[in-house]
């Protein structure tokens, strides 16, 4: 039987280039595409497929909370991280999502399939150049500080921090060396696990938790 593949992006123009790799090979069926996070949990409900390949950076919810909430509720969907962040953070935070790959959308075409078939059969794939990070440790965070922000990872504070003293992507990325994209990711994960969209939003949770009193990343 072929592998059954959702493609979950926001660009259309990746989307199409994706179908037109994995719909020439006789092993890989593609049975539909979906724009945003929500969209992607309703057609892998409706669809059924193998394998999700999951983008980070989409509308409405992110790929990290998608792949959440997919893992919990249809564990049989395994999820692909195809991302162009290479970020140590979302790696890992990915992978406790339940994703059971990630790969960088600068691989080559012979890794994403290798990628997939792996995934298909169960096994865990990380893309060479993101191997080290499983190999380092965590920063620590405190027992409070889980409690106050939920399941917030140090870095996603850092730039919830930022947002909120009115930082743009590209200034918060200056601020913490990343790139705006990898910005734009960690943005998009707030969104999804906190249900906040607007920056004012985001402004008032990181008041009532005490984030702007407790750390300044300056």
Known sequence: MPIRILIA?????????????????????VVGEASDGSEALSKAVELKPDIVLMDLSMPLMGGIETTRQLTQNKPGIRILILTVHEDESLLKE????????????????????????????????????MTRALFTEPTPISTSKVSEVETLTLREIEVLQLLAKGYTNRQIAEQLSLSPRTVEGHRANLSGKLGLHSRVELVEYAETHGLLKSRDPN
């Open 94 to 129: 990915a992978i406790h999502a339940g994703a059971a790959g990630y790969i960088v959308k600068r691989a080559a075409q012979e890794d994403l399939l290798h990628a997939i078939r792996v995934v298909a059969r169960c096994d865990l794939y990380v893309h060479p150049s």
């Open 9 to 29: 992006d926001d660009h259309g123009v990746i989307r199409a280039g994706l179908r037109a790799l994995l719909d020439g090979l006789p092993e890989i069926t």
